[in-house]
């Protein structure tokens, strides 16, 4: 099996090697490529692999500009740090979606997925992608509605509808609500993200998932980043990095 690995993190790189020469030992790495502009130069350039690994967030902007510059009809194992981009990534020759650090276990599940679905890629692109839709199944995904918190010994119910954003600060995360009020949670940031509508919310960056309703106006920041201001206001600012300021642009204003 030929593998192109499109990945600009040296660590994420030879973790996904390691992992991937473990699962599979026959696997040729055929070249690595760490950037939007040289990954559309080989493609122009080079026979199809038989599949690619292709990290989200390259140094010069997303893995999904590559789509829009190239013909890719071949499958492709989406990797990265953060969920935010799950049903983008459906939405081209995407077979799966690894989060990392990739796990040798999921690894395996997707190589069983990519030999099981070798099949589909053999016959139109718009034809592969309506049947890995439907076998996908997103619209079976479900989405948490309510979360449990606890207020010393009592427990309520929080509806998603009336939380504002997440936070974590020194490994504690909160929930607040609409009216400001705080409620600690068990869950991480990279555990809540996976529980929720990716329609609804947003992972800004390491320290916050905010709600599209209570983002109250969006700036421009230093050097392409994003300055977020939410109701109720969060209690330090809440910036979008350069690398991820295009795509929260678009799920503001067209969703996934």
């Known amino acids: 099996m030929k593998v192109l690995i ?13 992992v991937l020469e473990e699962v599979n030992p026959g696997v040729d790495i055929i070249d690595v490529i760490d950037t939007v502009s040289e990954s559309v130069k080989w ?16 140094s010069d902007g997303l893995s999904f500009e590559i789509f829009d510059q190239v013909k890719i009809n071949y499958p492709v194992i989406f990797t990265t740090a953060f969920d935010e981009y799950m049903l983008r990534a459906f939405k081209v020759n995407s077979i799966d979606y690894l989060l990392k650090p990739i796990k040798k276990e999921e690894l395996a599940l997707s190589l069983k997925k990519y030999d099981a ?8 692109v718009n034809a592969n992608l309506n049947e890995l839709i ?39 995360v909160h929930l607040v609500n609409r009216q400001g009020r705080k409620y600690l949670m068990d ?35 230093h050097r392409g980043k994003l300055l977020v201001e939410t109701i109720p206001e969060t209690d330090e600012p809440l910036i979008v990095s350069s690398e991820k300021s295009a795509a929260f642009k678009q799920w503001l204003g067209e969703g996934f």
């Open 6 to 18: 499109i990945e600009d993190e040296a660590p994420a790189f030879r973790r996904l090697q390691t």
């Open 43 to 58: 493609f122009q350039n080079h026979q199809a692999p038989d599949l690619v690994f292709m990290d989200i967030q390259l």
């Open 117 to 124: 679905m070798k099949s589909i890629f053999s016959g139109p």
């Open 134 to 172: 439907k076998n996908i199944r997103l619209d079976d995904r479900h989405f948490k509605t309510r979360f449990l918190v606890k207020i010393g010994d009592t427990m309520i119910s929080v509806e998603t509808s009336d939380i504002a954003y997440f936070q974590t600060r020194h490994g504690v």
């Open 187 to 221: 869950a991480s940031l990279d555990e809540l993200i996976q529980q929720l509508d990716p329609q609804a919310f947003y992972r800004a960056n390491r320290q916050f998932i905010i709600q599209f309703d209570a983002i109250k106006k969006t700036h421009r920041y």
